[in-house]
């Protein structure tokens, strides 16, 4: 219920574990949940309609897929809750699936910035929610500083550790503008979050929540049904392995909760080299 609707009734233990591992955002549909979806909902109508020839000899498969997208995000994002990262990655995604349907280019930057107008304008009181900040944080984050990182260790690590170098940049670069928020609402950070996140997330993102997705359309086939949610069940298991490993005591540590000055002077920091980033 979590992984597709939002929805989480965890025992007190589990909780403290998954946000002491840094792997709360697999327990809510986060703006990468809605991408996926997106993606997976983008490619098939896709697939299907370039195998219509009289659709294909005279459109663009992929403009019509991406033009029936839009309401495909907003309807997910409805049936996920609403809530403020759902919606701004729905204002994301509608950016981008527009401008792929009307046969632009479309720019990840321009689209975050997009939809964070299009939040502030509906709802100037969005700053105050949680949810909403971590998730724009994630989001500028990854932007800006997944390129560089990953170029950085993969110059460090052997050849055939450049996958995992380049996901470990991944999860560093969403971490490090969400690190002083955490902070502070919590007085203790996920120093194996890195780790953690490289283990769990392909499973929770990749196997768990595909296969949760595929379980809830599959009621009229019993058998298979039964058969998705064993998969699935065994995926979730494995995830809350890791997290009730990674929530060791040794592996999280303790920081002081910041000031509101301290938070400007991180903001306009994390902004200078951000912006030195982009001119490189």
Request: charged share 15%.
């Amino acid at each position: 219920r979590a992984l597709v609707l939002g929805e989480s009734d965890l025992a007190a233990d589990d909780d403290r574990s998954f946000r002491a591992a840094g792997l709360s955002h697999l327990l809510a549909v986060s703006g990468m949940h809605l991408v996926l979806v997106l993606a997976l909902v983008v490619r098939v109508l896709e697939s299907v309609l370039v195998r219509i020839q009289s659709i294909a000899a005279r459109v663009d498969a992929g403009r019509i897929a991406a033009g029936v997208g839009i309401p495909a995000a907003w309807l997910y994002a409805e049936l996920a809750g609403g809530g403020g990262s759902t919606v701004r990655a729905a204002w994301m995604a509608t950016a981008a699936l527009a401008a792929r349907a009307l046969g632009r280019r479309t720019d990840a930057a321009r689209a975050f910035g997009l939809s964070m107008i299009a939040m502030a304008i509906a709802d100037p009181l969005v700053v105050f929610d949680l949810s909403f900040l971590l998730s724009a944080a994630a989001t500028a984050g990854l932007l800006v500083y997944a390129r560089p990182l990953a170029e950085k260790l993969e110059s460090m690590a052997p050849r055939r550790l450049g996958s995992v170098a380049r996901a470990a940049a991944t999860t560093l670069a969403a971490s490090i503008p969400c690190t002083p928020i955490l902070a502070r609402f919590a007085p203790t950070v996920p120093v194996g979050g890195v780790i953690a996140n490289l283990i769990a997330v392909p499973v929770g993102e990749c196997a768990a929540l595909p296969l949760c997705l595929v379980h809830a359309l599959l009621f009229w086939w019993p058998a298979a049904e039964r058969g998705c949610a064993a998969v699935a069940s065994g995926a979730l298991v494995l995830v809350r392995l890791v997290a009730r490993g990674f929530a060791a005591p040794a592996l999280t540590s303790q920081v002081p909760q910041p000031s509101s000055w301290q938070m400007v002077a991180i903001a306009v920091a994390l902004g200078a080299v951000a912006l030195r980033v982009r001119r490189r």
